[in-house]
């Protein structure tokens, strides 16, 4: 069974800091760029970062840019977002997304543009 399963959400204040994995498991992440986005209630689903297959391009929403770091292990199939100086408005269910494709350059493409999906993990910045 394919699968992307992420983990590593929770409460944290503002200021602070959390680090989501998406693991998956049914196939291997080599030959897929891979992509966070994340929803926040009453808000359409926004793309965050992307990686390519290689970990050599990253990319990032401006929203996050310089407090987000993605990198990816293929060695162990896992993602990861590393996210630091938390501010409120983070607050949502974070995604991980894998599309097929080993194109150098990584681009934070439209939701409907990916294979498969993770379930989410809730990630809630408050004091």
Do not use: H
């Not at 994995?21 to 992307?50: I, N």
């Not at 080993?102 to 910045?125: A, F, K, L």
């Amino acid at each position: 069974q394919l699968q992307l399963v992420e983990s590593g959400g929770g409460l944290v204040q503002p200021g602070g800091s959390l680090r989501l994995s998406c693991a998956a498991s049914g196939f291997t992440l080599d030959y897929y760029a891979m992509g966070w986005f994340r929803q926040a209630p009453g808000k359409e689903r926004e793309g965050v970062s992307c990686i390519s297959s290689s970990g050599g391009s990253t990319n990032y929403a401006d929203s996050v840019k310089g407090r987000f770091t993605i990198s990816r292990d293929n060695a162990k199939n896992t993602v990861y977002l590393q996210m630091s100086s938390l501010k409120p408005e983070d607050t949502a269910v974070y995604y991980c997304a894998a599309l097929l494709t080993v194109q150098p350059m990584c681009v934070i493409r439209e939701s409907n543009d990916y294979d498969y999906w993770g379930q989410g993990t809730q990630v809630t910045v408050s004091s």
